[in-house]
């Protein structure tokens, strides 16, 4: 960072905003067949033929959802389109196209915002994502990103949260928990640049929960996957707020119960040290971290040769009727009611 | 206002952000064919069969965009609400859904999101398009609201910015510089109540541009008169920036030049009145003033017959080689260069 300090630093206010959005989404190709316009007019054009369009929007807000302390803005970028696009993979869908505004006060060079762009732009190429449209405006104080996502799918692959039915399995991708961790990583060393700023911070036993915090991925291969499997599943929801929140809102949904074994819940060997670590319960992590962007889904019975012994899937419990309601069964053979405890952005602090 | 003092105020962190989403939308009805799955899973299920869909987006921030001395929170939803569709119009198509996203301290109670909300369920009432999705999270300050707008069009129905060709018409609808005369009432009616907070405004006079600026409208209604008329406009862009930003996106994107007469445009009385009162030139508001959500479009001369006489529509000039570029023809017959002098949201200030 301290031979960015003598870099040219343009001011926003010379581009304006027309000018701004076109330096920073010029070089952005179109890679879809769906796409017939994307920036540069009063609305994208897009041709769906006779497939649906799913649509779905977020906003990340510096100060709540992101620090610029830790977070370069290369992987704020990146994170921004991964969040949006992991809720249309929930969809069973295949993200098509993105819209990207962002609200940004002055104390923000150009060069920030092209390092912003580059890692939209570095998501939309992995992703195989047009980006559309957008706005640029100011903000009074910090930055705030506004991405919708726009996919499609054929009406018989379409996935909602309220399939789920009694005896359903409830599958879960990847490991859960990591991002939380990485961020309590990041925090630390937050603490410890304000009291030593010459202090380099040793990451390396860290590496896989930091990645996780700073650049997730969305599950786009989860889709394909349960293609090929043959597996279509009854509910399906990404975990962006932590696991009971996400099984809290299947249930809700699907009017059932679940049965969720903590045993089975997977973590990453990264998860289990730090959580010893910082003396945090494990299970607590992944049922309140959130930021995973894993899939959580339900399928039938019927549907398990299927995706047994898959090292992408874990069954983790089981649906049941709705009046026996929501536990989380512990080691100890314990029934503990699950209860929302995922980010609670309103709460006053 | 003084009354509101003791009403009852609902802190945001009691509903959490599930329930806060799910109590301001839950008197939100679905009004188009086209939604097959609105709010409530991880994104919106949309069918638009064989018509292309459009998608624009738009971000009000709090302190830029408005100001809540003076918006009331319910125009303000419908004013975004507006902002959005009106770029939906332009596109020549019709606005079939939206998402709204909103970010908001804690300084907000719920009664005063139900406000905002209850204007943009007006707005989904009057122009008839559904509100599919959305986020709700917090700010460390203030309140910004992203809206997302979805339409549809028949692929031969759609306008954009670069169809002008030399000796088209230039066409405006309804009248220009209202919105931006309404603001430099409710500004000086503001600084008058830092003065003395007892002191009633009279808007009698201004009731015209202060509705412009608090309560634009779309026009939806354009679209549909230009079908009626069997006019397909060559180009078409909607005001938010002001007169001379548009028509020089046009002249971009269509490689052509311009001659706007100074005469022609479209005035309201109270535009007029409240310019000589405010020593402004209108001529000046009308180029710069922007927020009107007029539509300007251009068209074949052949189609001259179909429009003349419209009260709906002005022509203000016409479109020329693009090397003999963009210029005002004032009242003195004197050739002036038009430049952006639109709202720059992104001016040092």
């Given at each position: 960072m301290l031979e960015d300090k003598n870099q040219e630093r343009t001011s926003l206010s010379e581009l304006g905003e027309f000018g701004l959005i076109e330096h920073l989404t010029k070089n952005f190709t179109i890679k879809r067949e769906s796409?017939?316009?994307?920036?540069?007019?009063?609305?994208?054009?897009?041709?769906?033929?006779?497939?649906?369009?799913?649509?779905?929007?977020?906003?990340?807000?510096?100060?709540?959802?992101?620090?610029?302390?830790?977070?370069?803005?290369?992987?704020?970028?990146?994170?921004?389109?991964?969040?949006?696009?992991?809720?249309?993979?929930?969809?069973?869908?295949?993200?098509?196209?993105?819209?990207?505004?962002?609200?940004?006060?002055?104390?923000?060079?150009?060069?920030?915002?092209?390092?912003?762009?580059?890692?939209?732009?570095?998501?939309?190429?992995?992703?195989?994502?047009?980006?559309?449209?957008?706005?640029?405006?100011?903000?009074?104080?910090?930055?705030?990103?506004?991405?919708?996502?726009?996919?499609?799918?054929?009406?018989?692959?379409?996935?909602?949260?309220?399939?789920?039915?009694?005896?359903?399995?409830?599958?879960?991708?990847?490991?859960?928990?990591?991002?939380?961790?990485?961020?309590?990583?990041?925090e630390r060393e937050k603490e410890v640049f304000k009291v030593n700023p010459n202090n380099q911070p040793d990451l390396s036993m860290y590496t896989y929960i930091v990645e996780r915090q700073l650049k997730p991925e969305a599950r786009k291969d989860i889709p394909v996957l349960l293609k090929q499997l043959g597996v279509k599943p009854t509910s399906m929801i990404d975990i962006s707020d932590g696991l009971s929140s996400e099984i809290i809102h299947i249930?809700?949904?699907?009017?059932?119960?679940?049965?969720?074994?903590?045993?089975?819940i997977p973590l990453d060997p990264q998860v289990i040290s730090s959580c010893e670590e910082f003396d945090i319960n494990s299970t607590t992590v992944a049922l309140s971290g959130g930021e995973d962007y894993e899939l959580l889904f339900t399928i039938d019975q019927e549907d398990y040769p299927r995706i047994k012994g898959n090292p992408n899937l874990s069954i983790i419990g089981y649906m049941t009727p709705e009046n026996e309601g929501k536990h989380l069964i512990t080691r100890a053979n314990t029934a503990i009611p699950i209860t929302a405890r995922g980010w609670n952005a309103l709460k006053d602090d």
């Open positions: 796409t017939v316009k994307g920036i540069g007019d009063d609305a994208a054009v897009l041709d769906f033929k006779d497939r649906k369009t799913v649509v779905t929007n977020d906003l990340l807000v510096e100060g709540v959802h992101f620090d610029l302390a830790y977070m370069p803005l290369r992987h704020l970028g990146y994170k921004a389109v991964m969040v949006n696009l992991s809720d249309i993979y929930a969809m069973n869908a295949t993200a098509t196209q993105i819209t990207v505004s962002i609200a940004v006060s002055n104390r923000f060079p150009l060069e920030a915002l092209e390092e912003l762009y580059a890692g939209i732009s570095h998501a939309c190429e992995l992703y195989q994502v047009d980006l559309v449209g957008g706005d640029t405006t100011s903000s009074g104080k910090g930055l705030l990103i506004s991405v919708t996502a726009i996919g499609e799918a054929g009406a018989e692959d379409l996935v909602y949260r309220s399939g789920a039915k009694p005896n359903d399995l409830l599958v879960v991708t990847g490991d859960l928990g990591a991002a939380y961790m990485g961020l309590q990583v990041l249930c809700k949904q699907s009017a059932v119960g679940c049965n969720l074994h903590e045993d089975k």
